[in-house]
């Protein structure tokens, strides 16, 4: 009787191991049966504590979401200027991304020829002859170089002082006997930005400095910044500089970059 009730009790055993997916050794004897409950218990915990790991990211994210949302009004004018700023880099990048995608379908001659090219000032329109100046030429024209620190003001009361060496831009033009019909003066960049003034706006010898109110500026082609002339291979080596018209002018964005020509118009 006794060994009857010892055998099923091994039956029941053995058919509740062998339910378990456990790598367990099955022994009969009682204190392997509470390691079996123990280890299926622990199976459960494992498994809230997967569903833990896996709800938390969700609900960080969803936090994250609800402060940003809190401080949007906040860093609204700032995300304003993040943004503009991303506008002009990604143009920047753009250009630099198919300038590098054209250098690498050329040969080396080629580009040198282009390197060349950048560094000549083109002006074209309404001129006697279209004329391109190479930076040597430009440099030896004594008569219409200046050089001074320009304060500068963009849309976002970024201001600053910067020193240019250049070309003053109307006489340039006036030695390269522009028309008398001309009306608008619109300077390129290799990126494609550019900007149109009138005649009479490229004329002014007194564009101003807000913060000093002794001095007079002419509007210059710069070939040289802080004291270092432009790298050609980092385009065009030529850029368009310009003061104040009135105190509280933004004129930071009438200064182009990596000029590529001159049109009259
Ligand atoms: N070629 C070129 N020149 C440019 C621009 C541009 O996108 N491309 N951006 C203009 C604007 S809007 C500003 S405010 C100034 C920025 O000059 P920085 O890049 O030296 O700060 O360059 C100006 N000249
Ligand atoms: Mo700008």
């Known amino acids: 009787m006794k060994n009857k009730l010892l055998m099923i009790l091994f039956i029941i055993l053995l058919v509740l191991t062998s339910c378990t997916s456990n790598n367990n050794e099955i022994t009969v004897n009682s204190e392997n049966e509470t390691e079996v409950i123990k280890n299926e218990n622990e199976e459960i915990h494992e498994d809230e504590s997967i569903e833990e790991t896996v709800v938390d990211p969700e609900n960080k994210e969803q936090q994250k979401e609800e402060l940003k949302e809190g ?22 990048d753009n250009t630099e991304e198919s300038n590098k995608k054209e250098e690498a379908d050329q040969s080396e001659n080629k580009q040198d020829e282009n390197i060349e090219q950048g560094v000549a000032l083109k002006i074209q329109g309404l001129i006697e002859n279209e004329i391109s100046f190479n930076l040597n030429e430009l440099k030896e024209m004594n008569d219409l170089i200046f050089e001074a620190d320009f304060y500068s003001l963009n849309s976002f009361g970024t201001t ?94 009438n200064w182009v970059s990596n000029i590529d020509r001159i049109v009259i118009e």
């Open 160 to 253: 600053g002082y910067t020193h240019f060496k250049g070309v003053n831009l109307w006489k340039l033009l006036e030695v390269s006997e522009i028309s008398h019909e001309a009306a608008a003066i619109t300077v390129i960049a290799q990126d494609g930005y550019k900007m149109t003034f009138t005649v009479e706006q490229v004329k002014k010898q007194d564009y101003i400095d807000e913060t000093n109110p002794d001095v007079k500026y002419p509007m210059i082609i710069a070939w040289e910044e802080k004291g270092v002339e432009y790298d050609p291979e980092e385009g065009s080596p030529f850029k368009l500089v310009v003061g104040q018209k009135e105190a509280g002018d933004v004129n930071k964005p």
């Open 71 to 92: 401080s949007e009004e906040q860093t609204e004018e700032d995300d304003e200027e993040k943004d503009a700023t991303q506008d002009e880099k990604s143009i920047k």
